[in-house]
């Protein structure tokens, strides 16, 4: 190939917002380059917010055991009786859990 025709291959990117065209072996390579940088930064957002979103859902899941635990707890305390509520705490927390 010559230089001629090495300098006139023509890159073009389309969108719905626009589109832009380039002329040259260089704009086409920087183009190249451009889209897998873009890529590579996409693709560590998405891990790291996978990441994220698995330790969140961690927190998440512990807290409502918790609270589903101490809602079972009073649940068997109203069974019994004022008087008797205090000597079947330990009771209902074993119960509970």
Do not use: Q
């Amino acid at each position: 190939m010559s230089e001629a025709e090495n300098s006139a291959s023509t890159s073009e990117i389309k969108t719905p917002i626009g589109s832009v065209s380039f002329t040259g072996k260089r704009a086409a390579e920087f183009i190249t380059i451009l889209s897998l940088c873009l890529l590579f930064v996409l693709a560590y957002g998405f891990w790291d917010h996978k990441i994220d979103a698995k330790a969140g859902n961690d927190v998440t899941r512990d807290v409502l055991k918790e609270l589903v635990m101490g809602i079972r707890e009073s649940n068997c305390l109203t069974t019994f009786k004022e008087e008797a509520r205090e000597a079947k705490a330990e009771f209902c927390k074993r119960v509970s859990r």
